[in-house]
């Protein structure tokens, strides 16, 4: 079945600090690809997303591109800030119609410091 | 307004005891689901439903029931409660296209005592 695996955190940055977290999956066929961000007492709101292979999403400063040769999609951020201290969800969508079932990964919790 | 709204926000109950919690949506979407939060576990699926008519099991649904009133409204019961039910429980909603983002709605604590 189909499966999102992504770096364990915490992950703690001070403000500025590059910002990488993994995000690998399995599945078949070409899946679509997203970032979903929850802020402290949230629900969870999109980030970016990449529908097919070798696209780039990109929000608010984050970047993430979808490689299928190495079936990827980290997501990146230049300078962090310390508002975007929250939880990142990598996740996949395998398809459309009666395919379509959002598979999550297990989260990665971001602290920036100032 | 929220696109998403679930009700409560928190709750704290008795082993035992039925519960219901409340979703409804202002997106117009067929796409109803409810997901279970637990800390290093990700999100999973209990329930969807594609429609009104259509309501089918996630990974996680025994123990939990649901129902769709309305194209707007989805709840997810809890006949019994359970200590190892207490999680932040989340409802979303979609369009059905492969590139559809799900919305989701701000949360529910619950906690079994």
């Known amino acids: 079945g189909n499966s999102v695996t992504q770096m364990e955190g915490p992950v703690t940055l001070s403000e500025e600090a590059f910002l990488t977290i993994n995000c690998t999956y399995t599945a078949t066929g070409y899946p679509s690809l997203f970032w979903y961000v929850q802020y402290p007492g949230e629900g969870l709101q999109l980030l970016l997303k990449a529908t097919k292979a070798d696209d780039k999403g990109s929000n608010k400063g984050f970047e993430a591109t979808y490689r299928k040769e190495t079936t990827s999609f980290h997501l990146e951020k230049g300078s962090v800030q310390v508002s975007d201290s929250a939880v990142y969800f990598c996740?996949?969508?395998?398809?459309?119609?009666?395919?379509?079932?959002?598979?999550f990964g297990k989260g990665t919790l971001l602290t920036v410091n100032p | 307004d929220a696109d998403v709204t679930q009700t409560p926000r928190n709750r704290i109950t008795k082993t035992g005891k039925r519960i219901m919690l409340e979703c409804s949506q202002t997106?117009?979407?067929?796409?109803m689901y409810w997901y279970r939060q637990d800390p290093g576990l990700g999100l999973r699926l209990i329930y969807y439903s594609f429609d009104v008519k259509d309501i089918n099991k996630g990974e996680i649904s025994d123990g939990y029931s649901v129902s769709r009133q309305a194209q707007a409204k989805f709840s997810l019961s809890l006949e019994s409660a359970i200590p190892n039910q207490t999680a932040l429980y989340f409802c979303?909603?979609?369009?059905?296209?492969?590139?559809?983002?799900?919305?989701f709605g701000q949360g529910t604590r619950l906690t079994v005592v």
């Open positions: 997106k117009g979407h067929d796409r």
């Open positions: 979303a909603t979609s369009d059905p296209t492969a590139r559809a983002e799900a919305f």
């Open positions: 996740a996949l969508n395998q398809g459309g119609g009666s395919n379509y079932k959002l598979t």
